[in-house]
């Protein structure tokens, strides 16, 4: 390089063409140094501190090099003079020498004084040549005092001063600024550093989300990420100016098993991060769903064990980011704990504490053991005191953890299978109004996985799916959260069948230990439900419970996806699909249990899963239920629904003559009253009263207590229509989420549709108007949904690498008259359209179509019969359409990932 460097130099003429002549030898020597450096990484994938470290030569190499050309070639001066003598500084992560390949270069020029015309060229001329060289750089020009008083007012700046590293330059002055730094500026200011830190901590985690296991995590700023370690490095060099986290190990700030989870942890972390750097070639931070396979893949994971190489590796990064959050908390509560201002007083008098059980001690408002050396004597203490915390309130003292945490293999057989565990697990999730606090608390430190060993496999386990938002712990204890919820009356109006079925009186027992095991069959090759019921056939005995609930439990979680699955997945308003459903769950009791845990399954998933579309179909499902089985089977009929129908559509239209009634009442065949509410079918009596074969009438209308618009449309029936008007509401934007159609006896189709926008929302108003405008285009031929779908039918970036098969399957058995079509696949745009022009190029003929949305996953359920009114009976006319309905799917995703 230097030869390279010396010939460029000597054949240029001018600044420009000197620093263009540079810029070309180090962008060379960039490329190729970065080609070699990505090379060794690809060959040891883990290896990132030594990359990390190769990364910050480099980096050296460059701007050093950069200094020197400007200082001496660009603008020389044999005999600067001491304000011409400036020092240059690495700052941050750069001056930590902790370099990812596309990190910031922050740079400090430091001067004596106030910086002089000549250091300013020099300057100005190293930026260009980094620029030039694609680099991102962060520059500031201060003098000694400068950097003080800014340090003073920001703490921003003085983390960054903190991380100083000498470059380039007069080095006395550096040191001059690092003796100031010491003595003045971070003396006596530790407690005032530390809680900005924190705070700052706090607010970076409630904007990333505030959850350790987000399945989208920020490597470099989410919570058990490399800023939480960063954080700890900042301040335990404030504290007790150490240039690595190994000297925190003497100074007895960590225990050596300590440190060396936190060095895996970090090396682990920094890996992700280079990794994610070179695939995108950008500075990504957040892992998203279409790195985190190709990122798997680089680092050395494979598929085995029933579960794709992505999910270990993000089973494997959740657990380290767990780890740095019980380093990092360790040594926060530690300094809390040293540095905490006492309590005062009058208002430790007023507050109200519950007196301690022999055993526990409260230091510095923590619990704690009280003899720490005895303590576990009797290993049920690794119990007990989280249920003392959760019954006092408090939060355990770093010191507690930190004993548990070193004594998890005291929790062997002999106390799993101790009656007295068992009973005190109990009580914390049956008797002290809290449980999801010390689930958590006892899943971050390992005692839960450690006292119920079947669910540490499920522990930081992510399903590489846009549905799940949490891993399946997180997710088991957000469930248990929300049954706490409503028992303590918080979700009345949200939740009001749930929590009239607990303020009545349920077995809360047998509910909480459903939920807790409901999922703990994931991961395994077998079905899941099937293989959790085995476990749960096992546990449930173990926690106290009869046989008679232990056979309870272990039914619901066998069952657990039945009502989710019947409410979304089928027609429920066919009295076949309720009768099924009543003869699955046998009595009231398993219906009342199946119904809590079903809404806690679905309120656990995330943020927005919940919403009142499922809301209506799984109450509708529970009054049909339980009216089946407190009146019998029988009571549901057609005959006994079409009065009735019938009865509540001429109080609706009291207005309406005889004779418009008995037209309106006769017109329609029996499936239409039984599928449809009443304020549906007085919006098609009006469409339909005098309507012409050559019309199309549309009655669109917001149905905020379903968070869905309701679009009704009333037309002279020909096959296809139905697939017409879903490929013009696909045009638009809308989501389908439930959609009827019947034919009535003069030959008009009667199709409803509800309708979402991308939100999970009800469609717009404002944007109503267009989306009439675009079905009577596409109904007069002005506009070929299949054509025009083309460009909007894609499929995003990052949900491409999802593996979603396609199933697709007949059932003859769940409806009286209709063959039930069900097709689970990749969602995209224009699937209901190809799928329902598929069917209708078949001469199927589609009565109702269900669909369930699950991220990015779909399931469509069609209920069709063919074009003589019958069901698909034949095994080779199935296995046809399947076949031409593959095609569809197949054509559509190969259009879509284009």
Same mark, same amino acid.
């Given at each position: 390089?230097?030869?390279?460097?010396?010939?460029?130099?000597?054949?240029?003429?001018?600044?420009?063409?000197?620093?263009?002549?540079?810029?070309?030898?180090?962008?060379?020597?960039?490329?190729?140094? &970065?080609?070699?450096?990505?090379?060794?990484?690809?060959?040891?994938?883990?290896?990132?501190?030594?990359?990390?470290?190769?990364?910050?030569?480099?980096?050296?190499?460059?701007?050093?090099?950069?200094?020197?050309?400007?200082?001496?070639?660009?603008?020389?001066?044999?005999?600067?003079?001491?304000?011409?003598?400036?020092?240059?500084?690495?700052?941050?992560?750069?001056?930590?020498?902790?370099?990812?390949?596309?990190?910031?270069?922050?740079?400090?020029?430091?001067?004596?004084?106030?910086?002089?015309?000549?250091?300013? &060229?020099?300057?100005?001329?190293?930026?260009?040549?980094?620029?030039?060289?694609?680099?991102?750089?962060?520059?500031?020009?201060?003098?000694?005092?400068?950097?003080?008083?800014?340090?003073?007012?920001?703490?921003?700046?003085?983390?960054?001063?903190?991380?100083?590293?000498?470059?380039?330059?007069?080095?006395?002055?550096?040191?001059?600024?690092?003796?100031?730094?010491?003595?003045?500026?971070?003396?006596?200011?530790?407690?005032?550093?530390?809680?900005?830190?924190?705070?700052?901590?706090?607010?970076?985690?409630?904007?990333?989300?505030?959850?350790?296991?987000?399945?989208?995590?920020?490597?470099?700023?989410?919570?058990?990420?490399?800023?939480?370690?960063?954080?700890?490095?900042?301040?335990?060099?404030?504290?007790?100016?150490?240039?690595?986290?190994?000297?925190?190990?003497?100074?007895?700030?960590?225990?050596?098993?300590?440190?060396?989870?936190?060095?895996?942890?970090?090396?682990?972390?920094? /890996?992700?991060?280079?990794?994610?750097?070179?695939?995108?070639?950008?500075?990504?931070?957040?892992?998203?769903?279409?790195?985190?396979?190709?990122?798997?893949?680089?680092?050395?994971?494979?598929?085995?064990?029933?579960?794709?190489?992505?999910?270990?590796?993000?089973?494997?990064?959740?657990?380290? /980011?767990?780890?740095?959050?019980?380093?990092?908390? #360790?040594?926060?509560?530690?300094?809390?704990?040293?540095?905490?201002?006492?309590?005062?007083?009058?208002?430790?008098?007023?507050? =109200?504490?519950?007196?301690?059980?022999?055993?526990?001690?409260?230091? *510095?408002?923590?619990?704690?053991?009280?003899?720490?050396?005895?303590?576990?004597?009797?290993?049920? /203490?690794?119990?007990?005191?989280?249920?003392?915390?959760?019954?006092?309130?408090?939060?355990?003292?770093?010191?507690?953890?930190?004993? #548990?945490?070193?004594?998890?293999?005291?929790?062997?057989?002999?106390?799993?299978?101790?009656?007295?565990? +068992?009973?005190?697990?109990?009580?914390?999730?049956?008797?002290?109004?809290?449980?999801?606090?010390?689930?958590?608390?006892?899943?971050?430190?390992?005692?839960?996985?450690?006292?119920?060993?079947?669910?540490?496999?499920?522990?930081?386990?992510?399903?590489?799916?846009?549905?799940?938002?949490?891993?399946?712990?997180?997710?088991?204890?957000?469930?248990?959260?929300?049954?706490?919820?409503?028992?303590?009356?918080?979700?009345?109006?949200?939740?009001?069948?749930?929590?009239?079925?607990?303020?009545?009186?349920? +077995?809360?027992?047998?509910?909480?230990?459903?939920?807790?095991?409901?999922?703990?069959?994931?991961?395994?090759?077998?079905?899941?439900?099937?293989?959790? /019921?085995?476990?749960?056939?096992?546990?449930?005995?173990?926690?106290?419970?009869?046989?008679?609930?232990?056979?309870?439990?272990?039914?619901?979680?066998?069952?657990?996806?039945?009502?989710?699955?019947?409410?979304?997945?089928?027609?429920?308003?066919?009295?076949?699909?309720?009768?099924?459903?009543?003869?699955?769950?046998?009595?009231?009791?398993?219906?009342?249990?199946?119904?809590?845990?079903?809404?806690?399954?679905?309120?656990?998933?995330?943020?927005?899963?919940? +919403?009142?579309?499922?809301?209506?179909?799984?109450?509708?499902?529970?009054?049909?239920?339980?009216?089946?089985?407190? *009146?019998?089977?029988?009571?549901? +009929?057609?005959?006994?629904?079409?009065?009735?129908?019938?009865?509540?559509?001429?109080?609706?239209?009291?207005?309406?003559?005889?004779?418009?009634?008995?037209?309106?009442?006769?017109?329609?065949?029996?499936?239409?009253?039984?599928?449809?509410?009443?304020?549906?079918?007085?919006?098609?009596?009006?469409?339909?009263?005098?309507?012409?074969?050559?019309?199309?009438? #549309?009655?669109?209308?917001?149905?905020?207590?379903?968070?869905?618009?309701?679009?009704?449309?009333?037309?002279?029936?020909?096959?296809?229509?139905?697939?017409?008007?879903?490929?013009?509401?696909?045009?638009?934007?809308? *989501?389908?989420?439930?959609? =009827?159609?019947?034919?009535?006896?003069?030959?008009?189709?009667?199709?409803?549709?509800?309708?979402?926008?991308?939100?999970?929302?009800?469609?717009?108003?404002?944007?109503?108007?267009?989306?009439?405008?675009?079905?009577?285009?596409?109904?007069?031929?002005?506009?070929?949904?299949?054509?025009?779908?083309?460009?909007?039918?894609?499929?995003?970036?990052?949900?491409?690498?999802?593996?979603?098969?396609?199933?697709?399957?007949?059932?003859?058995?769940?409806?009286?008259?209709?063959?039930?079509?069900?097709?689970?696949?990749?969602?995209?745009?224009?699937?209901?359209?190809?799928?329902? =022009?598929?069917?209708?190029?078949?001469?199927?003929?589609?009565?109702?179509?269900?669909?369930?949305?699950?991220?990015?996953?779909?399931?469509?359920?069609?209920?069709?019969?063919?074009?003589?009114?019958?069901?698909?009976?034949?095994?080779?006319?199935?296995?046809?359409?399947?076949?031409?309905?593959?095609?569809?799917?197949?054509?559509?995703?190969?259009?879509?990932?284009?």
């Amino acid at each position: 390089m230097e030869r390279r460097l010396l010939d460029a130099l000597q054949g240029s003429r001018g600044t420009r063409e000197t620093r263009a002549a540079v810029v070309a030898v180090l962008s060379e020597v960039l490329a190729r140094g &970065n080609a070699a450096l990505e090379a060794a990484l690809r060959a040891r994938p883990l290896e990132a501190r030594a990359y990390v470290a190769a990364q910050t030569w480099l980096t050296d190499l460059v701007v050093t090099t950069a200094l020197r050309v400007a200082q001496n070639h660009l603008h020389p001066n044999p005999n600067p003079s001491e304000a011409e003598r400036i020092a240059v500084l690495a700052v941050g992560g750069y001056g930590r020498a902790e370099m990812a390949p596309h990190s910031d270069v922050d740079l400090l020029f430091l001067g004596s004084w106030k910086i002089t015309g000549r250091v300013e &060229n020099v300057i100005e001329s190293t930026l260009y040549i980094l620029w030039d060289l694609k680099l991102k750089v962060g520059h500031s020009s201060r003098t000694v005092a400068d950097c003080l008083r800014l340090g003073k007012e920001d703490y921003t700046i003085r983390t960054a001063l903190l991380e100083h590293r000498f470059l380039f330059g007069n080095k006395p002055l550096a040191d001059n600024l690092h003796d100031e730094l010491w003595s003045g500026l971070f003396a006596r200011t530790e407690r005032d550093f530390i809680e900005a830190k924190l705070a700052e901590r706090a607010e970076r985690h409630q904007k990333q989300g505030g959850q350790r296991y987000v399945l989208e995590p920020n490597v470099k700023e989410g919570k058990g990420g490399l800023r939480d370690l960063q954080t700890l490095y900042w301040i335990a060099k404030y504290l007790h100016r150490v240039e690595q986290a190994a000297e925190l190990v003497e100074l007895g700030v960590f225990r050596p098993e300590e440190y060396s989870a936190f060095h895996d942890a970090e090396t682990f972390l920094w /890996a992700t991060r280079c990794h994610m750097h070179h695939i995108t070639r950008r500075p990504v931070e957040q892992l998203t769903f279409d790195l985190q396979p190709e990122v798997a893949e680089r680092m050395g994971f494979t598929d085995h064990s029933g579960r794709r190489a992505v999910e270990h590796f993000m089973q494997a990064y959740f657990r380290h /980011a767990t780890r740095v959050g019980e380093v990092t908390r #360790i040594f926060l509560t530690g300094l809390e704990a040293r540095l905490v201002k006492r309590e005062p007083l009058l208002r430790g008098l007023f507050r =109200r504490r519950r007196k301690l059980r022999d055993g526990f001690a409260i230091e *510095n408002n923590r619990i704690t053991f009280a003899e720490p050396d005895t303590a576990l004597d009797d290993p049920i /203490a690794l119990l007990r005191i989280f249920d003392e915390a959760l019954r006092t309130g408090h939060l355990l003292h770093p010191d507690a953890m930190r004993l #548990i945490t070193a004594n998890l293999h005291r929790i062997d057989a002999r106390l799993r299978a101790s009656r007295r565990a +068992n009973m005190l697990f109990m009580n914390m999730l049956l008797k002290r109004g809290n449980p999801e606090r010390a689930l958590r608390r006892m899943n971050e430190v390992g005692v839960l996985g450690a006292f119920i060993p079947e669910f540490e496999r499920i522990v930081a386990m992510m399903q590489f799916n846009v549905y799940h938002h949490y891993t399946v712990d997180e997710h088991t204890i957000q469930c248990i959260s929300t049954l706490a919820q409503i028992e303590r009356g918080e979700l009345i109006e949200e939740l009001p069948i749930a929590s009239r079925i607990l303020e009545e009186g349920v +077995n809360r027992r047998v509910l909480y230990v459903a939920l807790l095991l409901h999922d703990i069959g994931k991961g395994l090759p077998e079905d899941h439900s099937i293989i959790g /019921a085995q476990i749960a056939r096992r546990l449930a005995p173990r926690f106290g419970l009869t046989p008679e609930d232990a056979e309870t439990v272990e039914w619901l979680v066998r069952h657990h996806l039945l009502m989710s699955d019947t409410a979304q997945k089928r027609d429920i308003s066919d009295p076949r699909t309720v009768r099924d459903f009543a003869r699955a769950v046998k009595s009231r009791r398993r219906l009342d249990l199946l119904t809590v845990l079903t809404v806690c399954d679905i309120r656990g998933v995330g943020p927005g899963t919940w +919403n009142n579309w499922k809301a209506m179909l799984l109450r509708q499902l529970y009054r049909d239920t339980a009216d089946a089985l407190e *009146n019998g089977l029988e009571a549901l +009929n057609l005959e006994k629904r079409e009065g009735a129908a019938k009865r509540a559509l001429r109080e609706a239209l009291a207005d309406w003559s005889r004779a418009d009634l008995r037209t309106e009442t006769a017109r329609h065949y029996g499936p239409y009253w039984q599928g449809l509410p009443t304020e549906t079918q007085v919006v098609f009596a009006h469409l339909l009263r005098g309507i012409c074969t050559c019309e199309i009438r #549309i009655d669109l209308h917001p149905d905020p207590a379903r968070d869905a618009t309701r679009a009704c449309f009333a037309l002279s029936d020909h096959p296809g229509a139905f697939a017409r008007l879903a490929g013009a509401l696909a045009l638009v934007g809308a *989501n389908i989420v439930d959609a =009827r159609t019947y034919t009535s006896k003069d030959g008009f189709a009667t199709a409803v549709f509800w309708i979402q926008d991308g939100e999970g929302h009800p469609y717009e108003e404002a944007r109503l108007p267009r989306l009439r405008k675009m079905i009577e285009r596409t109904f007069a031929g002005e506009v070929v949904a299949q054509k025009a779908l083309e460009d909007r039918d894609k499929i995003r970036k990052r949900e491409r690498r999802f593996n979603i098969p396609t199933n697709i399957s007949f059932d003859n058995e769940g409806s009286e008259i209709y063959t039930i079509i069900e097709v689970d696949t990749r969602d995209r745009p224009g699937l209901l359209h190809d799928l329902t =022009r598929t069917l209708a190029e078949n001469n199927i003929y589609i009565a109702s179509a269900v669909i369930a949305t699950y991220g990015a996953q779909v399931v469509d359920t069609f209920y069709v019969k063919d074009m003589f009114g019958l069901k698909l009976h034949t095994k080779s006319r199935q296995e046809a359409l399947e076949r031409k309905l593959r095609a569809a799917i197949r054509a559509g995703a190969e259009r879509a990932q284009a």
